[in-house]
């Protein structure tokens, strides 16, 4: 039967205050159980992680391998250092040594700042991510003003926010003059120019909307 010892945060602090953290992380949480022989430490009431290039928090996180390892569980939300991104879910994993972590749920979120400001948003069932890439698996969902795009599996860089898709199940796009209806085997959408590029067997439809009454289409 393994043992545990559970102290309040503050205490473990003053206990263990030269504690090496692995890549610049540090975990934190109200509520604090420590397992010395698994090397496993368990947050919960307000457990909250940061990186350099991230924070998360969860309802509870577990550390592994001097936070080599970090499993978090309950309204999981990593946000990037500038703030730019957000990802929710309600269980994932993040690794030190890899750099890589993962967010399920049902669905699993992604929301990002467009360069004008509005946001977009990404619905799937499984996020893989880093610091530079967000990729989902299984059937996804982006939206955006007046696009909407499914598709099986999507990657996004963030450097230069681009999205890659394929096969691309739908893409649907509506504005006051045009609505847009296409199928493709890949798309790259470069959100800073408002561009997305269909490859492959592309196959749908373009219509243009008619003119409210009393006003003329120009």
Not at 34 to 43: E, G
Not at 186 to 199: H, P
Request: one cysteine or more; glycine letters at 8%; a positive charge.
């Amino acid at each position: 039967m393994k043992k545990s010892i559970c102290l309040p945060a503050v205490l473990i602090a003053l206990i263990f205050p030269m504690l090496p953290l692995r890549s610049e992380i540090r975990v934190t949480g109200k509520k604090m159980e420590i397992m010395p022989r698994s090397d496993t430490t368990i947050f919960s009431d307000g457990a909250f992680v940061e990186h350099s290039s991230f924070t998360m928090k969860a309802s509870r996180i577990v550390s592994r391998d001097s936070n080599s390892r970090i499993e978090a569980r309950g309204d999981v939300v990593v946000i990037s250092l500038d703030g730019s991104d957000e990802l929710r879910g309600e269980e994932g994993e993040y690794s030190s040594k890899t750099g890589l972590g993962s967010l399920k749920g049902a669905p699993a979120y992604m929301r990002t700042k467009g360069s004008d400001g509005s946001f977009i948003e990404l619905a799937t069932p499984l996020i893989d991510w880093s610091s530079s890439t967000v990729t989902a698996r299984g059937d996804s969902l982006l939206k955006r003003e007046h696009m909407k795009i499914s598709s099986s599996m999507m990657t996004y860089e963030r450097l230069g926010k681009i999205f890659m898709a394929g096969p691309v199940k739908r893409l649907l796009y509506e504005d006051e003059k045009h609505s847009a209806d296409f199928r493709a085997d890949q798309m790259t959408y470069f959100e800073s120019a408002g561009l997305a590029k269909l490859n492959g067997q592309v196959r749908g439809r373009i219509i243009t909307n008619p003119a409210p009454k009393g006003k003329v289409s120009k």
